[in-house]
RNA sequence: GCGCCAUUAGCUCAAUUGGCAGAGCAGCUGACUCUUAAUCAGCGGGUUCGCGGUUCGAGUCCGCGAUGGCGUACCA
């Protein structure tokens, strides 16, 4: 609140630009009718520069002119550059897995006839036989000769001043093998399938970091590897769906619009709802509403959605992000366990690398058995010295201190032992390891451990030394949920009991009984990250940037 | 938040001590019926991130700002 932006400023030169610029060119975009209407005046560069709707002709870098002309040009001779479709009987990928394994000799006629599309990626104009490289969707190519002999003179001269690398076109003719063995379409014509304004990148040079992220677009066209994360990501989602679906767990939508926030600590995005005149928060998680679905009767219930935190974006951290929350009746911790063995390596195999590299260079083998280790043992290891839930608080202090560990004067036992290992043990788990027994002051929503007191039935599974997975033996004592809400709140209030804020609704969900049961959440784009070695910002495919 | 580094043609990058702003790809004109980062000949393309300053002269030095990267801090 206090941080948000005041009213002017920030806002305000965002909008002029919105106006003037973008407004006018939405405009013809949306409406068909007008769209192809407005198609002719794009010639008229006499329009006087005071139109600032549109960047005059002549400012234009000197590519996009000659393409803009290209366009026009194909306007005028009857080839539209922007037809509703064009003519398709193959996919590119369809005639390489026909004709790729059959091992034609060089200057084969298959008498197969054929039409392909795909953007150009490379061209080859000779005075009588151009050579063009088509790309699709997942990276396929194929060739296409166009000859002097089979286009006639007309259609190859248009062909070469109206065809530029980025366009897509179709290709129709007869599947041959060039001189040079490569499987090609022997044109005997061409359409223009869309024409591209703006040229491609150089492909032979990685476009910089910021650009591959601001035009994640061209990223795809041209980067193998852009072009692997989203399957990747895609075959990921779908094998985790497919885990939950086959143990029996239902998926669930509930609303990322929320009127108080819940299930995790941080701070939210804010929004308006017109409809009540009410302030809107985006979730932060989506633990209560799945637990609510729980005391309903969805016995094994899960969400894979976005979640959204105000907070500070860095290499593991970006401001909205895919979550998996899973709540299963009459589970627990060990269920929960289970389900994540399953979940990761489902996906890992799904992708097939279930041996991936972890920060140290050290394999980390998915398959392998997954270590489940206490809290305070692995401080205790870390700073060979004992460390028990009955340490003295001055005891671990002067351990943190000697460990270069700084500490908050507030805290107790609890936090402290935790604070040491976040900073003294967690980057050091690389294999699969459920770190487990909490102090139950730092799990507020994990239920009591049945025989260590002080601890809950809580774990974190750290792989590669990055939190992936927290899970709990869920809290449903609603008397003490309450109890523990209103500290939460209280806390989050800075003590002020006016400024509290309980989701009552939850409460009271929570009141008319909720079965035991294990839950877990999972950072979707963290597991991404852990099978594909990429950072955050790759593993999301358009993530948040500044305007330019 | 703080610190360091970067920003130059459509893309990726050069530019010596402050002295005419360049290359590869892409583009344009021409040649070439087997190219595939083709080759050959010729040509065009710049608000050097923005605003100010120092200087005879600034891509280069100084100040402020913008954006990005890295580090650090904060973060159920």
Redesign the pocket.
């Known amino acids: 609140m206090a941080d948000a932006p005041g009213p002017g400023d920030g806002l305000r030169p965002q909008h002029l630009t919105t106006d003037r610029e973008e407004e006018p060119r939405l405009g013809t975009g949306r409406s068909t009718v007008t769209g192809h209407l407005r198609l002719a005046p794009m010639t008229d560069r006499s329009a006087d520069a005071t139109s600032a709707d549109q960047e005059p002709f002549e400012d234009l ?3 996009v002119r ?1 393409r803009r002309e290209k366009r026009q040009r194909l306007v005028e001779s009857g080839r539209p550059p922007y037809p509703n479709t064009v003519r398709r009987t193959h996919a590119l990928a369809e005639l390489r897995r026909t004709f790729d394994f059959q091992d034609l000799p060089p200057d084969t006629r298959t008498g197969e006839t054929v039409s392909v599309a795909g953007r150009v990626i ?8 151009c ?1 063009v ?1 088509l790309r699709e969707g997942d990276g396929t190519e194929l ?1 296409a ?1 166009l ?3 089979d286009l006639g003179e007309e259609s190859l001269a248009e062909y070469k ?1 109206l065809v ?2 980025g366009d897509f076109i179709e290709v129709s003719g007869e599947v041959v093998t ?3 063995g ?1 499987l ?1 379409v022997q044109a005997t014509g061409w359409t223009m399938a869309a024409k591209a304004l ?2 491609l ?11 591959r ?1 601001r035009q994640r677009y061209l990223d795809l066209v041209v980067n193998p590897e852009a072009r692997a994360m989203v399957r990747t990501k895609a075959a990921v989602l779908r094998s985790l769906r497919s885990t939950l679906d086959d143990r029996g767990y239902v998926e669930v939508e509930t609303p990322i619009l929320q009127l108080t926030n819940g ?4 701070r939210p995005f804010r929004t308006h709802l017109n409809a009540f005149d009410q302030q809107m928060l985006l979730r932060i ?1 989506l633990e209560l509403d799945l637990k609510k679905a729980l005391i309903g009767g969805v016995d094994r219930v899960y969400e894979i959605g976005r979640t959204f935190r105000n ?2 974006l ?2 593991t ?1 970006a401001a909205e992000f895919s979550m998996l929350e899973a709540y299963e009746a009459y589970g627990d911790i060990e269920s929960m366990k289970a389900l994540l063995q399953d979940l990761v390596r489902g996906a890992a195999r799904s992708v097939g690398r279930t041996v991936v590299s972890g920060r140290d260079g050290e394999q980390i083998d998915l398959e392998g058995p997954w270590r489940s280790a206490g809290l305070h043992e692995l401080v205790s290891e870390a700073l060979q010295a004992e460390v028990t839930t009955e340490t003295p608080l001055q005891d671990l202090r002067d351990l943190a201190d000697g460990r270069g560990v ?1 500490l908050q004067e507030r805290w107790g036992t609890g936090e402290v032992v935790l604070e040491l290992y976040e900073k003294l043990v967690e980057h050091t788990l690389i294999q699969p390891t459920f770190v487990q027994d909490y102090p139950e002051s730092v799990r ?2 994990a239920k009591p451990h049945p025989s260590k007191p002080g601890l809950v039935e809580a774990f974190d599974l750290i792989v590669n030394g990055v939190e992936l997975a927290p899970a709990y033996t869920e809290l449903n004592d609603p008397v003490i949920q309450r109890e ?1 809400l209103v500290e ?1 709140s209280l806390l989050a209030a800075g003590g002020d009991p006016e400024a509290m804020d309980l989701d009552e609704p939850f409460l009271r969900a929570m009141e008319h009984g909720m079965p035991p049961a294990g839950g877990m959440g999972m950072g979707v784009d963290r597991l991404v990250m852990l099978l594909t070695g990429a ?1 955050i ?1 790759e593993t999301i495919l358009f993530p948040l ?2 305007p ?1």
């Open positions: 870098p000197e590519q000659v490379h061209l080859r104009n000779t005075g009588k036989l050579f490289r060739q000769m000859s002097l002999a001043s530029d690398i060039s001189r040079r490569e090609s703006r040229p990148p150089n492909e032979h040079r990685p476009l910089s970091d910021e650009a992220v299930g995790a600590a941080a998680a907070e500070g860095d290499s951290h700084e507020p929503l523990r939460q950072g910002r940037l500044r330019e």
